[in-house]
């Protein structure tokens, strides 16, 4: 196991390099190159001659007058733990251990480590919450579902549960928005943000004082994630349920069930005990997909509720073609994706003793 | 059975999740009341220092009065020079105090604005957006700035000033060095040569006692930082470069003096010099180049407003920008107690919030303008402002004159007389702006006095169209609806427009079924924006296109019009050439009196006009929508007046902290 654990880790490497390549080419040949959005922006009031020099700046300060695979080869170096040391001019040093550095982003002249620390916490915390809501529900409905097969809760579920998947999130978050946070209708959640305005001067805790209930800081975060998770949430109901139910349903009609019942197991036992378990394989399936989602974060919710996260970073950085964020967020994107195949691989062996890698 | 996990063990996790988050709430926590500490902290060590500053001024026994509070001190030595003269009114406060006289009148409340995006920094120079500038502009201030009315230059930081203008002198060396220079071998570089006249310089003489928000007096030596801060090649501030490289150098005088001289006589030279936000170089100076270019907030002037924590101000996603009054500030103290910036991307969220009352400020599209209008409630609650800005920038179809190396049909300039009368703009304006836009005669804003009044757009007019696209050739020969060449080509065209706009969507469509009628073919043609530069700017691979300017009050049409600026990249991407507009342009750039540069100005439009290198549509109108609660939001020359004259009357007051 250990051994088949490693050659997969040393083999992420090889393959990391190739995806990192692809979306770089793509990049570097889509109109305006690499970068080429972000310099066309800086004409501006500027004449030609001046907007040449500070375009010819840029362009040596990034290293995007070079040919597009040295650029691709410089930043190999640059994130790797061994390689040239890059001197503050540009020109290359010497051979050995350095820092590994994500570079500096193109468009916005920061650090892409800083651009990353303030987009993952964000995502982070609305993943956080409802990716468990997202499972529980599913999980939980489509076990009821597979158990009264046929009856009412199944259907009504069922439908409930595939009408919500058809709603598109855009749509509903700018219903969500224009129902339930407007003085029109509902007023009840607030329309943008994570906080009001006056939490800094807010108590943590909500509390009642003469003047009535005061909700304190962290209930006023609370509520203000209320519309973006459920907008995260309401979709990924339908494909969960589903599915356990079906796997479940599948493992009812085994012949160990059977058998279980057949010498006394009670029902909740023969459910939980025996069909649950087997029927896990599928759900680590799709749970592998968890971890890369609870990074990438998603576009629309993001700019509805303008809580800006992973999502809307990466989507700017393909617009712009800036490559160090590109490349960051692929690396990254790429390395969780392949991180979390492999963590499946092995919950296969953990959950079904026949699964071996030996 | 005995690895089993049981209810013990689920309940035993939960507990311990519970304790973990417990633990990180009051870790959070406990960095909230940091913040607040940190923030007294700051106070005390300010006032501690004030009073300080405060004791030493008694003890010499010298407290100058405050040149916002005391009578005007401007107005002292007036130079000579052409234009030099600052007005004789220099209280650059006048219009606040008069507003203060007003009985409701009262400091307090908050003002609440949106951006879309949370800026990535706020360290001016090395900053991109117009959000950042947007903020910079509360906080720093420059040595002039425009009366909103007269559209004048008017004192500010500065208290008068002078402009020593020799080009005429210059000139002449000049000519005797090119005349030396043909006799000689290539001319020596002659900015060296200590002989050569200085062109143009100005000398600003700074007000006493402006401060900046930590209480350190701003002198000469701070301009002079903030001029050698910004050429300094290791500040990451090429655009900033580019734009002040005609100013030589930057002298201090005495304490309360600089001289800023020209490298040539340069129409915008004084504005160069006049809008430059001054930087504080105690503070600024205490970071390297490089630290700077990494830093995402070091903000500090001498402005009305200050950021609360001037060194440490990080983007946070959900997090709001604000900006508190700066209690010291040198002039009369602006009304609100703090401006605060929402984050709200979503436009249909950004309207939902101004509905509740949650912000101040809505620039609406003409729809929702029409539609906000038409709700009571929204009526009842809020004013609202419909006006021409002087700084709008115009929209534009730009018939390329040179493809390939060949002139096109539009190098005629009867066609592009003949195809603009073709184009129903005021329809355009009537129909898809829903008559929030004017049509527009030439490049220059028609509130600009650059603009000359007696140009009138061109009429739509089909009859007159048809007979000069007659006299070049162009005629319905085959009876088919489209007009040809004797040679059968028909008059048919793509128009290139940025995809993904409505507005230049149902703007073009308009225009290709106006021109259709008139016997012209044109096929739209929408393209990603990169896409479209290269095509328009590199390549020059395109027929028509359809996009924007930005405007200034004063704008340079060298960039645009001016042959020097056809080969790619420039911006002449129409390859528009006219010996005599040239000239023209290159006289009212070297001509620094505005008196004489106007006329010029003008006579560069009615070129334009006749020519017609584009076909100017329009200029759109400013539609904004403000809470009711504020007061004296007026109407300007310049749009509307600053938001330091505004204010909130006490009873109508909605936040504090």
Known sequence: MLTYIIRRLLLLIPTLLGITLLVFLVMAMAPGGIGGPMLDELGGQLQTAQMQRVRAYYEQRYGLDKPALVQYARWINQISPVGFEVMPDGSLGEWGFKRPDLGMSLTRHRPVIDLIAEALPITLLLNLISVPIVYSVGILSGMLAARYRGQWFDVSSGVAFLALWSVPTIWAGVMLIGLLANKQYIQLFPTAGLHSMLADSMPFLPRWTESGFEPGWLLDALWHLVLPVTCLSYAGFAFLSKLTRSSILENLSADYVRTARAKGVGERDVLLRHVFRNSLLALITVAAGILPSLLAGSVIVETIFSIPGMGRLGVQAVQYRDRELVLAVTLIAGFIGLVSELLRDVCYAIADPRVSYE | ?657
Do not use: C
Request: avoid cysteine; charged fraction near 25%; hydrophobic fraction near 35%.
């Open chain 2, 1 to 657: 059975m005995d690895n089993r996990f049981g209810f013990k063990d689920l309940v035993f996790t939960l507990l311990l999740a519970v304790f973990i988050i417990s633990v990180w709430l009051a870790m959070k926590q406990m960095d909230r009341h940091g913040d607040v500490l940190r923030s007294i902290d700051q106070k005390l060590t300010d006032q501690t220092r004030d009073l300080a500053r405060l004791r030493r001024l008694l003890d010499q026994g010298s407290l100058a009065l405050s040149p916002g509070h005391g009578s005007n001190p401007g107005s002292a030595t007036q130079g000579s020079g052409d234009q030099g003269e600052s007005p004789a009114q220099a209280d650059p406060f006048a219009r606040i105090r008069a507003v203060q006289q007003n009985p409701d009148y009262a400091l307090g409340d908050f003002y609440v604005d949106v951006f879309a995006v949370v800026p990535d920094r706020l360290t001016p120079l090395v900053s991109s957006d117009v959000y950042a500038s947007t903020v910079q502009g509360y906080v720093l201030e420059s040595l002039a700035q425009r009366d909103p009315e007269t559209l004048e230059w008017q004192p500010l930081i500065a208290s008068d000033w002078t402009i020593e203008d020799n080009t005429d002198a210059w000139r002449a060396y000049m000519q005797r060095q090119e005349a030396e220079g043909a006799a000689t071998a290539p001319a020596a570089d002659a900015a060296d040569d200590p002989e050569r006249p200085i062109p143009l310089a100005i000398t600003f003489r700074l007000r006493p006692g402006v401060v900046f928000s930590d209480g350190e007096p701003l002198t000469a030596d701070d301009v002079v930082f903030t001029f050698d801060w910004i050429m300094n090649p290791e500040v990451e501030a090429p655009r900033e470069r580019a734009y002040y490289e005609k100013i030589l150098r930057v002298e201090k005088v005495d304490e309360l003096a600089v001289r800023f001289v020209f490298k040539e006589p340069y129409y915008q030279a004084f504005e160069l010099a006049a809008v430059m936000p001054i930087l504080p170089e105690h503070f600024y100076s205490r970071w390297t180049p490089q630290e700077f270019n990494q830093s995402t907030g070091l903000l500090m002037g001498s402005g009305p407003y200050r950021l609360e924590d001037p060194e440490g101000w990080r983007p946070e996603p959900g997090k709001n920008i604000e900006l508190v009054r700066n209690e010291r500030y040198w002039g009369e103290p602006p009304a609100f107690d703090r401006l605060v910036w929402r984050i709200i991307e979503n436009d249909a969220a950004r309207l939902t919030t101004f509905r509740n009352g949650d912000i101040d400020e809505f620039p609406a599209q003409p729809e929702q303008y029409q539609m906000l209008l038409k709700d009571p409630d929204v009526q009842s609650r809020t004013q609202h402002f419909e006006f021409q800005s002087p700084t709008a920038g115009y929209l534009y179809i730009g018939w390329n004159q040179l493809r390939s190396g060949k002139p096109t049909i539009f190098a005629d300039r009867r066609v592009r007389q003949a195809l603009t009368m073709l184009i129903d703009r005021q329809r355009i304006v009537d129909e898809v702006m829903l008559g929030y836009a004017q049509v527009v005669s030439g490049p220059f804003n028609p509130l600009s006095p650059q603009s000359d009044p007696s140009v009138e757009p061109w009429p739509y007019d089909p009859t007159r169209a048809a007979a000069l696209l007659k006299e070049v050739g162009f005629e319905d020969r085959n009876r088919d609806g489209v007009l040809e060449l004797p040679d059968g080509r028909p008059l048919r065209f793509e128009l290139n427009y940025p995809a993904g706009s409505e507005v230049f969507e149902r703007i073009v469509l308009f225009i290709k079924d106006t021109l259709a009628r008139g016997g012209v073919v044109m096929d739209p043609k929408p393209l990603e924006w990169s896409v479209l530069l290269q095509r328009v700017k590199d390549d020059r691979n395109y027929d028509a296109v359809s996009l924007g300017w930005s405007g200034t009050i004063e704008s340079d049409p060298y960039q645009i019009f001016h042959s020097s600026q056809i080969p790619a990249p420039g911006d002449n991407s129409t390859s528009y050439a006219n010996p005599q507009l040239d000239a023209l342009i290159e006289q009212a750039r070297m001509t620094v009196n505005e008196e004489e540069r106007m006329p010029l100005w003008h006579q560069v439009h009615r070129i334009l006009h006749e020519d017609q290198p584009y076909t100017f549509l329009f200029t759109r109108k400013t539609l904004v929508f403000f809470d009711g609660r504020i007061k004296n939001i007026q109407r300007t020359r310049l749009g509307l007046n600053p938001l330091q004259e505004w204010y909130v009357p006490q009873e109508q007051r909605k936040w504090s902290r």
